[in-house]
């Protein structure tokens, strides 16, 4: 029987064959290759994880197949790898093996510090400093900040509920709060568990009828962060009330939970009513990158960070012609990457078109950014659009200030002091009268031709 490989041992044996055959260039080596860290390699999978959101599509798309050759000269046991995103792999076993592997949770704990115990690790890479703060998230961000700096000393904000859609950064603001409580008490006790883990650790505790120590885990706690707590949705009751014992336990002592979701506490299906109830104690705040220009700055960064270089026409194109999904924008600039990569060319306007010809492409409905807005309301109204930022009270520019405004306000996810800023810094009860002001007239036939003419122009924009 030959000496059984592990994760680490494996991956070193394969980026050395790598680098040995030059099978792979050295710089996709650096790139790509050597951010992965291997941390598990079981039943001949290896799963290897990074902090890089492109590289598992990078590496899967171009290196995986000469990659699993190489393992399998290296270990006969081999059968497949895994790339994904630190924080985000999920490793499936039989309940025998996840008894098995739980009932030395504790002395892996021991090994891997006091910091994440009984834990999702925390990935290092998702702080508040690389978190896109935008003004729509304003309230979200500055609330964890403020509890990862005094967690559970603001009662009013415990527990704190995060929620919406898939990809719009609410797993990333959970890992801020633990690595900015972890920066700040190296010795804190962090729970980062998903509803999902929550559930599987459950069972295999019932399984050993042990239920007094599983809550004594979570009682020694500093912080628990639950994550997608809408996975418990449907689950036994026996699961769910453990849940509502632990919090009733934590938040009576002061100490703080945070949980995501994908829907507000109201809008939960299948979780009991006592819970959702606890849900609403604190404060709720949703999570949204319905905005363009948000998810701009968003592809901007992605691409920045990893060196990808796309011009602005092109950014353009893909943030007004997908979902508002970061996971998808994602998948879109690695397959870009990817494409302009393969055919030794820069990313230039035919490659993106490239990449993105097997993806059904729409445009995104319902928004319009702030700029073609102004640049239409100014031509429909054939005045200069620093005229209409400006101070002048002349009627007719006063009237094309105030549809420009009820236009953002209509098309845009900008607040009222956002909108005011458009506008050449005016105030919230300025923008507030504007909209008001279109809106008493909207159905006089003269505004009411004007507002469907513009509409249609920026229907063609």
Not at 124 to 147: C, H, M, P, R, W
Not at 208 to 235: C, M, P, R, V, W
Not at 400 to 427: D, P, Q, W
């Amino acid at each position: 029987m030959g000496k059984r490989n592990s994760p680490e041992t494996l991956w070193d044996g394969i980026i050395k064959s790598v680098i040995e055959k030059k099978e792979i260039s050295e710089e996709s080596v650096e790139n790509w290759l050597k951010p992965f860290s291997a941390v598990k390699y079981a039943d001949g999978m290896l799963f290897l994880e990074t902090a890089n959101n492109f590289a598992p599509q990078v590496v899967n798309a171009r290196y995986k197949q000469k990659l699993c050759e190489i393992a399998k000269n290296i270990d006969e046991k081999f059968a497949n790898m895994d790339f994904v995103v630190a924080g985000e792999i999920e490793i499936n076993e039989t309940p025998q093996k996840e008894i098995k592997a739980q009932e030395n949770i504790e002395q892996k704990t021991t090994e891997h510090s006091n910091k994440t115990f009984f834990s999702h690790p925390v990935n290092k890479q998702y702080t508040f400093d690389n978190f896109i703060n935008t003004y729509e998230n304003q309230l979200a961000v500055s609330s964890a900040l403020g509890i990862a700096n005094s967690p559970g000393k603001m009662r009013q904000y415990n527990p704190f509920y995060i929620y919406g859609k898939a990809g719009v950064g609410k797993t990333h603001l959970l890992h801020a709060i633990a690595n900015q409580i972890l920066k700040n008490n190296p010795n804190a006790r962090v729970v980062l568990i998903s509803g999902t883990e929550f559930y599987r650790n459950y069972a295999v505790y019932k399984n050993k009828n042990d239920y007094d120590n599983y809550e004594s885990i979570y009682e020694t706690a500093d912080i628990i962060l639950f994550d997608n707590i809408h996975e418990l949705s449907g689950q036994k009751t026996a699961t769910q009330l453990k849940l509502y014992n632990i919090f009733n336990k934590f938040h009576q002592i002061n100490k703080q939970i945070v949980f995501t979701a994908n829907s507000s506490p109201s809008e939960l299906s299948g979780i009991m009513e006592r819970l959702v109830s606890r849900f609403q104690w604190g404060l709720t705040v949703k999570l949204d990158v319905a905005n363009i220009e948000t998810r701009r700055v968003i592809l901007e960064n992605m691409a920045r960070k990893d060196k990808i270089k796309i011009s602005n026409e092109e950014i353009d194109y893909i943030v007004e012609n997908c979902s508002e999904n970061i996971h998808i924008l994602q998948g879109i600039v690695a397959n870009i990457a990817v494409s302009a990569s393969l055919g030794g060319t820069t990313i230039t306007s035919d490659a993106v078109r490239e990449a993105l010809k097997n993806r059904k492409l729409q445009p995104v409905k319902g928004y319009h950014s702030p700029k073609t807005i102004l640049e239409v309301v100014s031509s429909y109204y054939k005045i200069d659009l620093e005229d209409i930022k400006g101070k002048s009270r002349v009627a007719q520019i006063a009237w094309a200030r105030h549809i420009a405004i009820y236009f953002l306000k209509k098309y845009t996810s900008f607040t009222l002091s956002a909108i005011g800023n458009e506008l050449g810094g005016r105030s919230h009860a300025t923008v507030l009268n504007s909209v008001e002001e279109v809106e008493n007239r909207i159905n006089e036939e003269r505004i009411s031709k004007e507002i469907k003419e513009i509409s249609r122009k920026l229907a063609r924009n």
